[in-house]
T-cell receptor
Framework: KAGVTQTPRYLIKTRGQQVTLSCSPISGHRSVSWYQQTPGQGLQFLFEYFSETQRNKGNFPGRFSGRQFSNSRSEMNVSTLELGDSALYLC?????????????????FGPGTRLTVL | LAKTTQPISMDSYEGQEVNITCSHNNIATNDYITWYQQFPSQGPRFIIQGYKTKVTNEVASLFIPADRKSSTLSLPRVSLSDTAVYYCLVGPMNRDDKIIFGKGTRLHILP
């Protein structure tokens, strides 16, 4: 089974521009989460989508947004880029079971998109 | 969400058993403990998950004492390829709750 794929793998932008990153989850996974990773702040949760709806959100400004399509593929967008947005952006997918209680499902991470803002 | 505390870094040698302890004093009754491993420039990878006592899989063992206020990830006979950052996560069973990663433990295996 193919893993989580993210495109592009590397991206260079300049301040003020916007960027869209794409994530294709593992087939059958309906939950997609996005994380930002920087050396100083570590791995930080951005948001999670399930069935085309955002069901969790981290503490990031409104410049960071996302969406999920009916095939579970997800995109995240960052507008008005700042130097501090330079980071590795990771996408993770998981099965989402109904009912409970049960432990949070294992997340499968993609290789990430390395964004550099100049 | 329960706060976790783990050592920032650890060094060990090839062939040794490595134990990484995570403290989670305010763990709740319905919290599970999960460990992830991350290699440089890659996304984290699930290692093991448990609720109490001991869990073992082909990669590691997870020891959880009766009070559940800490947990220990045990890696048997490490190799250089085990050099990575290890994250301890504690979170509830509710599927709607977000996952929070801490700073992790940077494990460096020496030859």
């Amino acid at each position: 089974k193919a893993g989580v794929t993210q495109t592009p793998r590397y991206l260079i932008k300049t301040r003020g521009q916007q960027v869209t990153l794409s994530c294709s989850p593992i087939s059958g996974h309906r939950s997609v989460s996005w994380y930002q990773q920087t050396p100083g702040q570590g791995l930080q949760f951005l948001f999670e989508y399930f069935s085309e709806t955002q069901r969790n959100k981290g503490n990031f400004p409104g410049r960071f947004s996302g969406r999920q399509f009916s095939n579970s593929r997800s995109e995240m967008n960052v507008s008005t880029l700042e130097l501090g947005d330079s980071a590795l952006y990771l996408c993770a997918s998981s099965l989402a079971r109904r009912g409970g209680p049960h432990p949070r499902n294992e997340q499968f991470f993609g290789p990430g998109t390395r964004l550099t803002v100049l | 969400l329960a706060k976790t505390t783990q050592p920032i870094s650890m060094d060990s040698y090839e062939g040794q058993e490595v134990n990484i302890t995570c403290s989670h004093n305010n763990i709740a009754t319905n919290d599970y403990i999960t460990w992830y491993q991350q290699f440089p420039s890659q996304g984290p990878r699930f290692i093991i998950q448990g609720y109490k006592t001991k869990v073992t899989n082909e990669v590691a063992s997870l020891f959880i004492p009766a009070d559940r206020k800490s947990s220990t990830l045990s890696l048997p006979r490490v190799s250089l390829s085990d050099t990575a950052v290890y994250y301890c996560l504690v979170g509830p069973m509710n599927r709607d709750d977000k996952i929070i990663f801490g700073k992790g433990t940077r494990l460096h295996i020496l030859p």
